[in-house]
């Protein structure tokens, strides 16, 4: 059943009306009707069964039919620190990331950065890659879209602590001793009917990914002595899209829901 996204939804004696870019999207490109039914997702995590009354190329007027049971959050909180990249790239690894579940994405600029849009320019950036996250969220059924922050610079998140039980790591190439996969598997395990099932020591992970050219040996320096432990995928050259989305996936699978328990 499709899935549609609204800021917030507002009941009328049963009755929701659907306007803007989803109502378009219903009537015009999926060719929705009167009779169709669909699923509507909001800011607040709210999930209902709907069925459409009538639609037109301004609204979409639907009968709610009821709410539906919403997954679980992840028992992990999971930040990006991500360096702008290009358009494509970022496109792609937004949408990815937030399928897999993270929270939050902070965008910043770094010494190797290339993409440094002006204010006008990151402004129309951010809203489409909330509208990004939006598609991601619909398409996974995850409870609420991951949020964007506003642009940000190295110094000031390298100097950012974080939560209380927090864990920080920083994707380097340079990293030789030291993998994700070891950091992530240094926490407990516990058995429980004979089956092991790792246990997230942590509140939040945050990671931090550079640019396409890689961080400086002064960032890591300053990222290192600000609590940020190093980290390697391995001995592959991924692209800066592909480490960010693999080490969410990671993360994820260690302690996150890329389950069914």
């Known amino acids: 059943m499709r899935r549609f996204f609204l800021e917030e939804i507002k009941a009328e004696k049963g009755f929701c009306t659907i306007t803007g870019s989803e109502a378009k999207h219903i009537h ?3 060719r929705m009707g009167r009779g169709d039914r669909l699923i509507l997702m909001d ?6 069964r709907a069925l459409i009354e009538s639609a037109d190329r301004r609204e979409v007027r639907v009968a709610l039919e009821g709410p539906l049971p919403t ?7 999971t930040i990006l620190f991500q360096s702008i990249l290009k358009s494509q790239p970022m496109d792609y690894l937004i949408q990815k990331t937030s399928e897999l579940g993270v929270d939050l994405i902070v ?8 993409v440094r849009p002006d204010k006008e320019g990151y402004r129309a950036r951010v809203r489409h890659w909330r509208e990004v996250a939006r598609s991601a969220a619909k398409q996974s059924g ?3 879209p991951a949020n964007i922050y506003p642009l940000n610079s190295f110094h000031d998140l390298a100097s950012q602590g974080g939560g209380d039980n927090a864990l920080r790591v920083i994707l380097w190439e340079g990293e030789e001793s030291r993998s994700l996969k070891s950091v992530l598997r240094s926490s407990s395990v516990d058995g429980e009917d004979g089956i092991l099932k790792q246990k997230c020591p942590h509140e939040e992970f945050i990671g931090m990914v550079g640019p396409e050219g890689g961080f400086s040996n002064e960032e890591m320096e300053m990222a290192e002595k600000e609590g940020f432990i190093s980290v390697s995928l391995g001995h592959r050259i991924l692209r800066a899209e592909t480490a960010a989305i693999t080490m ?3 993360v994820q699978y260690e302690w996150g829901d890329l389950s069914l328990t």
Request: aromatic share 10%; charged share 20%; hydrophobic share 40%.
């Open 107 to 114: 965008p910043f600029f770094s010494e190797r950065t290339v």
């Open 71 to 77: 997954p679980p959050p992840s028992p992990i909180k």
């Open 43 to 48: 800011n607040k995590g709210a999930h209902f």
């Open 142 to 144: 995850r409870v609420t």
């Open 248 to 250: 969410v996936a990671l």
């Open 28 to 30: 015009r490109v999926l």
